[in-house]
């Protein structure tokens, strides 16, 4: 029984290491980015409303999408007259539009916690500020 369970361990560890695909140059790139260290996660949930297998990128056909992502970072619950110390991961979705996605090009998505407000930017190779949120909700 503890070798069935350290085969399953070490299959799933491996799993989640696998290598991230090669770029296909006829498609555009998102890669996630999260500037702060009370980021927790920043992965791709949805494309086009359609769920993703592989949540650590986006890869979309030229063109406009829909991206939604799941966003999670704690904040803080102590002070003021909180019965509630230290903090609480807060779990949100965030969607992002973009209209005009070239193909080889990539792009960053930046995601950042602003107290209770999530923030998003997608920035094109240049690194200018092509599209923001442009609408999120939270669980928490």
């Known amino acids: 029984?503890?070798?069935l369970l350290l085969v399953l361990a070490i299959t799933l560890v491996t799993g989640c290491q696998t290598p991230?695909?090669?770029?296909?140059p006829q498609m555009?790139?998102?890669?996630f980015s999260t500037p702060f260290p009370n980021d927790r996660v920043l992965m791709a949930e949805r494309l086009d409303k359609e769920r993703l297998r592989d949540g650590r990128f986006f890869q979309?056909?030229?063109?406009?999408?829909?991206?939604v992502v799941r966003f999670d970072y704690?904040?803080?619950?102590g002070g003021g007259i909180s019965l509630m110390g230290g903090t609480t991961v807060r779990q949100c979705y965030l969607t992002v539009n973009y209209a005009h996605f070239q193909a080889g090009q990539r792009y960053v998505l930046e995601a950042r916690s602003m107290a209770l407000t999530p923030q998003a930017r997608l920035y094109d190779a240049k690194g200018e500020v092509v599209a923001e949120v442009s609408?999120?909700?939270c669980l928490m």
């Open 1 to 3: 029984m503890n070798r």
């Open 20 to 24: 991230m695909p090669v770029a296909n």
């Open 28 to 31: 555009a790139w998102v890669d």
């Open 60 to 67: 979309v056909t030229p063109g406009s999408h829909e991206l």
């Open 74 to 77: 704690d904040v803080n619950c």
């Open 135 to 137: 609408e999120f909700y």
